[in-house]
T-cell receptor, first 117, second 111 residues
Framework: KAGVTQTPRYLIKTRGQQVTLSCSPISGHRSVSWYQQTPGQGLQFLFEYFSETQRNKGNFPGRFSGRQFSNSRSEMNVSTLELGDSALYLC????????????????FGPGTRLLVL | DAKTTQPTSMDCAEGRAANLPCNHSTISGNEYVYWYRQIHSQGPQYIIHGLKNNETNEMASLIITEDRKSSTLILPHATLRDTAVYYCIVRAIQGAQKLVFGQGTRLTINP
């Protein structure tokens, strides 16, 4: 079974632009979470989507947004990019069979490395 | 904030067992211990998790103390490819999907 895939793998943008990152979860997985990793702050949770609804959100400004499609694929968007948004953006998926609140193992994709100039 | 404490770095000789400790003294009865690792610039890789019993899979073993306040991840025969940052994470059985990562342990396997 294929793992979590993320596109693009690398991206260069300039300040003020906006960017959209894509994540395809493992087949059958229904929950998708996004994380940001920077040298200074480490790995931080952005948000989680299940059944096209945002279930949980981390402490990030409103410039960071996301959505999930009916096939569980997810996108995240960052508007008005700042230099500090340069980071590795990671997507993780989990099964969530019952759609309930039981924690299930998250599996990560390779990430998208974003550089903001 | 992360609910775990890990050593910043460790070294291990290739072929030997690598034992990575983790303290989680405030863990509650409905929380699992999860281990992930991250090889440079890649996405974190799931290794193993447990609630209160020791667990073993093809990658590693997880030993959880009886009081559940600490655990040890064991890589039985470390190879150079096991060089990575290892994260110990405590997460609730129920609740929103969210992993809280600490700084982890940077494990270096030496030839």
């Amino acid at each position: 079974k294929a793992g979590v895939t993320q596109t693009p793998r690398y991206l260069i943008k300039t300040r003020g632009q906006q960017v959209t990152l894509s994540c395809s979860p493992i087949s059958g997985h229904r929950s998708v979470s996004w994380y940001q990793q920077t040298p200074g702050q480490g790995l931080q949770f952005l948000f989680e989507y299940f059944s096209e609804t945002q279930r949980n959100k981390g402490n990030f400004p409103g410039r960071f947004s996301g959505r999930q499609f009916s096939n569980s694929r997810s996108e995240m968007n960052v508007s008005t990019l700042e230099l500090g948004d340069s980071a590795l953006y990671l997507c993780a998926s989990s099964l969530e069979l019952a759609g309930g609140w039981y924690q299930e193992t998250q599996y990560f994709g390779p990430g998208t490395r974003l550089l903001v100039l | 904030d992360a609910k775990t404490t890990q050593p910043t770095s460790m070294d291990c000789a290739e072929g030997r067992a690598a034992n990575l400790p983790c303290n989680h003294s405030t863990i509650s009865g409905n929380e699992y211990v999860y281990w992930y690792r991250q090889i440079h610039s890649q996405g974190p890789q799931y290794i193993i998790h447990g609630l209160k019993n020791n667990e073993t899979n093809e990658m590693a073993s997880l030993i959880i103390t009886e009081d559940r306040k600490s655990s040890t991840l064991i890589l039985p025969h470390a190879t150079l490819r096991d060089t990575a940052v290892y994260y110990c994470i405590v997460r609730a059985i129920q609740g929103a999907q969210k992993l809280v990562f600490g700084q982890g342990t940077r494990l270096t396997i030496n030839p």
